[in-house]
């Protein structure tokens, strides 16, 4: 049973770095899938912030693309997040998944997030 | 504003059947396939219907999906109170090279 967790500060100062671990069990990053990031501000709805391939390959949100940083660990099987000048509109729960990502046919993309983490709550504030 | 566009909440008595709208484009669900995902309150997304209509094992039957040209549905039959959640419809958009999400629909039970 493929199970993700999410560790870091639960409060970061404005101007700061966010910082994120997701440790996977029951399944070896290096065997494939995308590793992705999600965050949900209180009250609204989903925002993929990235993601990253076993290969070490990244995808980034053009909105967040500059300030991130998504980067894999194979030997302790962890994946983080680094996200940089935070400012209070990126308080959210961060969540970590697993992705599936390919076409079977050329052009015609499937992306869905098939195992996630249960989240965990970051607040930007000084 | 999301990319993808459903409404804000749908509601129906138990043992009812429901059905969520997700409205798009030809960038994104048109030429894509659509994932739904239910999100109980207080907890993680969960995955329930993936490639427009396929689910995972697990997934009851009363779960389903289907897609006509930019836009996707999920159906839900057999209504129960522990299907009250926000629920999700997800794809790749080609042109701006994201998953987007929709806004979420909140569905009651009553």
């Known amino acids: 049973q493929v199970q993700l967790q999410e560790s870091g500060p639960g409060l970061v100062k404005p101007s700061e770095t966010l910082s994120l671990t997701c440790a996977v069990s029951?399944?070896?990053?290096?065997?494939?899938?995308?590793w992705g990031w999600i965050r949900q501000p209180p009250g609204k709805g989903l925002e993929w912030i990235g993601s990253i391939y076993h290969s070490g390959s990244t995808y980034y949100n053009p909105s967040l693309k500059s300030r991130v940083t998504i980067s894999v660990d194979t030997s302790k099987n962890q994946f983080s997040l680094k996200l940089s000048s935070v400012t209070a509109a990126d308080t959210a729960v961060y969540y970590c998944a697993r992705g599936d990502y390919g076409d079977y046919v050329l052009g015609h993309y499937y992306y869905y997030m098939d195992v996630w983490g249960k989240g965990t709550t970051v607040t930007v504030s000084s | 504003q999301s990319v993808l566009t459903q409404p804000p909440s749908v509601s129906a008595a138990p043992g009812q059947k429901v059905t969520i709208s997700c409205s798009g484009s030809s960038s994104n669900i048109g030429n894509n396939y659509v994932s739904w995902y239910q999100q109980l309150p207080g907890t993680a997304p969960k995955l329930l219907i993936y490639d427009n209509n396929k689910r995972p094992s697990g997934i009851p039957d009363r779960f389903s999906g289907s897609k006509s040209g930019t836009s996707a549905t999920l159906g839900i039959t057999g209504l129960q109170t522990g299907d009250e959640a926000d629920y999700y419809c997800g794809t790749w958009d080609s042109s701006l090279s994201v998953l987007v999400f929709g806004g979420g629909t909140k569905l009651t039970v009553l």
């Open positions: 029951g399944y070896s990053i290096s065997s494939g899938y995308y």
